[in-house]
T-cell receptor, first 118, second 114 residues
């Protein structure tokens, strides 16, 4: 089945530093990847949609200069949280859509990255 | 504004019984609806998708219904097992803005008691 990995699974960083999170599709090509954020006891909130080779589309209220997304290849997307602050502490999850077999609504999620900013 | 409602309180049922989870939505006309399972500290796992023109979908012990008039989906797990204990997310998808966007509910935590 389609597998999506994320690295790192957990990261603790100091306020003001930047953190990069990688999302990889291991056995399929993902033309579209999504980045979500989930706070405790809340739903997944879509942050941005990225298509390989083009700029990401950010949801309203998400700062594109703070959350940098790069979808450089069909198997890798990265999210960089720049100048992180404690309020950025959250669970970040990526997902990918496999389009190789034609159109599909199914998203495959990564295991998530727990970011703690101290 | 668009709203998705799931019972945020935990649902406790006895092993072997059928668990029924509810997803209601307002101010939304989804093209499809999905159900996901999420375990603590993990990403969601896709379970079932049902389109707006479908009434019911089944997969092994799982059954999903979709009533676009009532704006409601029901998710059933028959012969429930302790391993089914998890949070179940309802997600609505549409094709607005030229790309497929999925909006998630808060999820319902299911606890199957042995």
């Amino acid at each position: 089945g389609a597998v999506v990995s994320q690295h790192p699974s957990r990261v603790i960083c100091k306020s003001g530093t930047s953190v990069k999170i990688e999302c990889r599709s291991l056995d399929f090509q993902a033309t579209t990847m999504f980045w979500y954020r989930q706070f405790p006891k809340q739903s997944l909130m879509l942050m941005a949609t990225s298509n390989e080779g083009s700029k990401a589309t950010y949801e309203q209220g998400v700062e594109k200069d703070k959350f940098l997304i790069n979808h450089a290849s069909l198997t890798l997307s990265t999210l960089t949280v720049t100048s992180a602050h404690p309020e950025d502490s959250s669970f970040y999850i990526c997902s990918a859509r496999d389009r190789s077999g034609g159109f599909s609504y199914e998203q495959y999620f990564g295991p998530g990255t727990r970011l703690t900013v101290t | 504004s668009q709203k998705i409602e799931q019972n945020s309180e935990a649902l406790n049922i006895q092993e072997g019984k059928t668990a029924t989870l509810t997803c209601n939505y307002t101010n939304y006309s989804p093209a499809y609806l999905q159900w996901y399972r999420q375990d603590p500290g993990r990403g969601p796992v896709f379970l079932l998708l049902i389109r707006e023109n479908e009434k019911e979908k089944r997969k092994e012990r799982l059954k999903v219904t979709f009533d676009t008039t009532l704006k409601q989906s029901l998710f059933h797990i028959t012969a429930s097992q302790p391993a089914d204990s998890a949070t179940y997310l309802c997600a609505l998808g549409d094709n607005s803005g030229g790309y497929q966007k999925v909006t998630f509910g808060i999820g319902t935590k299911l606890q199957v008691i042995p």
